[in-house]
């Protein structure tokens, strides 16, 4: 089982910039892509970006494009999202995800980003 603790949310003036993490924990597993997806009131949850571990191929939904960048650390453990040029519309609940090698995908527990205009 992967657990994931998510972290780095908060509350932002537009055109600011937020960094999350997400660190995944856990034994007995090997994760091949992590990722950020987040959720607005009343709206289905969404991608924002995924980050493969082994060959950090990332992937952005077209509305974070050129805002948003997805790493992760050294140690595979840890993935970020820094949010750059922060909009209204960004505000969301955003939760980490990581998918392991035969095993059911993982959430964390979300955190919550907060843009006001």
């Known amino acids: 089982q992967v657990q994931l603790v998510e972290s780095g949310g908060g509350l932002v003036q537009a055109g600011g910039s937020l960094r999350l993490s997400c660190t995944a924990s856990?034994?007995?597993?090997?994760?091949?892509?992590m990722g950020w997806y987040r959720q607005a009131p009343g709206k289905q949850r969404e991608l924002v970006a995924t980050i493969t571990i082994r060959g950090s191929t990332t992937t952005y939904a077209d509305s974070v494009k050129g805002r948003f960048t997805i790493s992760r650390d050294s140690a595979k453990t840890t993935v970020y999202l820094q949010m750059n040029s922060l909009k209204p519309d960004d505000t969301a609940v955003y939760y980490c995800n990581a998918r392991p090698y035969g095993l059911p995908a993982s959430w964390g527990q979300g955190t919550q980003v907060t843009v006001s205009s």
């Open positions: 856990g034994s007995g597993f090997s994760i091949y892509v």
